[in-house]
C-alpha cells in the first residue's frame, strides 16, 4: 500500500512556466513534508519542507501548498528552468520526530529551452 | 547545508562476495542514520535505521544477516551486503538529519556479477 503517491510519472514545461508536481498521501500521521530533487546517479537534494500546521512554504521560485483536508500538497516551480529538470520526489515524515521519510515514486520533470 | 558522503561511488562485485559501503555526516554529528534503496524508476525505499552504540532497526522483508548495519560512531555508519547476489544490484543512499532536515549521501552504485 503505497503512503504516498505521485501520480504524475513525467511533466514537460516550457521554460519560463509554471511547473506544479502533485504529491497524495493517505497517512493522516504524517506531519511534515518535504520535496527533494533528485539526478541520476546522485543523492536527492533536499529542496523545500512544510509542516502540516502551515498551508503554504515559499523559498525563492519553489512554493509548496498543503490541503490537509484532502490529503493532498503541491510543489510549484516558478519560473521553470532548463536547470530544473530532474525528478522530484515527494517525502513525508512519520511524525514524533522520527525522521523517517517515506517517498513517492518521483515525477520527472523537463523544462524544454 | 550539512554534508553526508558515501564510499565508495559505485562498485562491482562477484556474486558470493561482500561489499561495505560507508556513510559518513562530514560536519555534523549522527546518533542516527538511514539506508535507502533505489531500483531503477522506482522510490527510495527505506531499509533500516542505524542508530550510533545499538542495533539497527530493520524494516520489514529487509534481511538483517545479509544487510549488516554498524554505527561504530557519530559521524559513521556502514552498510555491508553480505554474500552478494545479482538482485543486490542496486542504489544503495544513506541519510542523516540534522535539525527537522535530511541530508543525502550521493549514493553508491552496486552491481553484483
Known amino acids: 500500500d503505497q503512503q504516498v503517491k505521485q501520480n504524475s510519472p513525467s511533466l514537460s514545461v516550457q521554460e519560463g512556466r509554471i511547473s506544479i508536481l502533485n504529491c497524495d498521501y493517505t497517512?493522516?500521521?504524517?506531519?511534515?513534508f518535504l520535496w527533494y530533487k533528485k539526478y541520476p546517479a546522485e543523492g536527492p537534494t533536499f529542496l523545500i519542507s512544510?509542516?502540516?500546521?502551515?498551508d503554504k512554504n515559499e523559498d525563492g521560485r519553489f512554493t509548496v501548498f498543503l490541503n490537509k483536508s484532502a490529503k493532498h500538497l503541491s510543489l510549484h516551480i516558478v519560473p521553470s528552468q532548463p536547470g530544473d529538470s530532474a525528478v522530484y520526489f515527494c517525502?513525508?515524515?512519520?511524525?514524533?520526530?522520527?525522521?523517517?521519510?517515506?517517498f513517492g515514486k518521483g515525477t520527472k520533470l523537463s523544462v524544454i529551452p | 547545508g550539512a554534508v553526508v558522503s558515501q564510499h565508495p561511488s559505485w562498485v562491482i562485485c562477484k556474486s558470493g562476495t561482500s561489499v561495505k559501503i560507508e556513510c559518513r555526516s562530514l560536519?555534523?554529528?549522527?546518533?542516527?542514520m538511514f539506508w535507502y534503496r533505489q531500483f531503477p524508476k522506482q522510490s527510495l525505499m527505506l531499509m533500516a535505521t542505524?542508530?550510533?552504540?545499538?542495533?539497527?532497526?530493520?524494516e520489514q522483508g529487509v534481511e538483517k544477516d545479509k544487510f549488516l548495519i554498524n554505527h561504530a560512531s557519530l559521524t559513521l555508519s556502514t552498510l555491508t551486503v553480505t554474500s552478494a547476489h545479482p538482485e543486490d544490484s542496486s542504489f544503495y543512499i544513506c541519510?542523516?538529519?540534522?535539525?527537522?532536515?535530511?541530508?543525502f549521501g550521493p549514493g553508491t552504485r552496486l552491481t553484483v556479477t
Open positions: 541519510s542523516a538529519p540534522q535539525g527537522y532536515e535530511q541530508y
Open positions: 497517512n493522516s500521521m504524517f506531519d511534515y
Open positions: 512544510i509542516s502540516s500546521i502551515k
Open positions: 517525502a513525508a515524515d512519520s511524525g514524533a520526530g522520527s525522521y523517517q521519510l517515506t
Open positions: 560536519d555534523f554529528q549522527a546518533t542516527t
Open positions: 542505524s542508530n550510533e552504540g545499538s542495533k539497527a532497526t530493520y
